[in-house]
């Protein structure tokens, strides 16, 4: 099931991303950095592997994981988090634990590739962004 976010993605679309990289603790270089980037998402998929991708014109980071076993991350603003994804009801549930703790949800919608973060900031406050990636190539 994995195999259906397998492809070349393209940043359409991004909701409320400064709120959630601020609440990461993001500072505000990067921060403005990331809300100007699109980023490409080239993800490949073998079996419960997953390999993610993330190109921007700043920066590229790669991840690989199996689905349900958990590895140590460090997260593209710089975090270490212990993390781990599981495919459930055909979505990616990704979860980083770690100072502070977050979410990334994958799912595919109208042909459309969504992620969907979510964070606790400091304030106690959750911040949720979504990202919608259309299909390239």
């Known amino acids: 099931m994995a195999e259906t976010f397998a492809g070349k ?20 270089l990067m921060k403005k950095m990331g809300a100007q980037a699109t980023p490409t998402q080239v993800i490949e998929v073998t079996g419960n592997e997953v390999f993610i991708k993330t190109i921007t014109t700043f920066r590229t ?5 199996t689905i349900g076993q958990e590895f140590e991350e460090k997260t ?3 975090r270490l988090v212990k993390t781990t994804v599981n495919l459930e009801d055909g979505k990616l549930t990704q979860v980083q ?10 799912e595919i919608q ?11 900031g400091k304030d106690g406050k959750e911040v949720e962004c979504k990202r919608i990636y259309a299909p390239t190539e």
């Open 97 to 106: 634990l770690g100072e502070p703790q977050s979410s990334i949800t994958r």
């Open 76 to 78: 593209i603003d710089g």
């Open 110 to 120: 109208d042909g459309k590739y969504v992620m969907t973060l979510k964070v606790t």
């Open 61 to 65: 980071s790669e991840l690989k994981f």
């Open 9 to 28: 993605w393209k940043l359409d679309k991004s909701e409320n991303f400064e709120d959630y990289m601020s609440a990461l603790g993001v500072g505000y």
